[in-house]
Nanobody
Framework: VQLQASGGGLVQPGGSLSLSCVASGSIISINTMRWYRQAPGKQRELVAVIASGGSTDYADSVKGRFTISRDIPKNTVYLQMNSLKFEDTAVYYC?????????????WGQGTQVTVSS
């Protein structure tokens, strides 16, 4: 099983970016999917969560600006980021609880860089 994240880049403050993360491999089902981020010199933090039923939750710092969504048939999770701020600069990682024939465990994507700069 692999998670492949994409969509990062350089954006000006106030701009928008959309991240996506596709899971592939011998997947039976995917439960909760998440986006984390890690800024230089800081710990990795949870940004957004979406459960298998579609309920979502967000870090206070991104509420009202970021939207997490998923496409179950495509095994894909998205993160729409609007009104970006300098402090959103980080490497963004997707994470998912994936069920295979052997077990259910968490998997991580490789990370995609988001830089907010003028």
């Amino acid at each position: 099983v692999q998670l492949q994240a994409s969509g990062g880049g350089l954006v000006q403050p106030g701009g928008s970016l959309s991240l996506s993360c596709v899971a592939s491999g011998s997947i039976i089902s995917i439960n909760t999917m998440r986006w984390y981020r890690q800024a230089p010199g800081k710990q990795r933090e949870l940004v957004a969560v979406i459960a298998s039923g579609g309920s979502t939750d967000y870090a206070d710092s991104v509420k009202g600006r970021f939207t997490i969504s998923r496409d179950i048939p495509k095994n894909t999770v998205y993160l729409q980021m609007n009104s970006l701020k300098f402090e959103d600069t980080a490497v963004y990682y997707c994470n998912a609880d994936i069920r295979t024939a052997r077990f259910t465990r968490g998997y991580w994507g490789q990370g995609t860089q988001v830089t907010v700069s003028s």
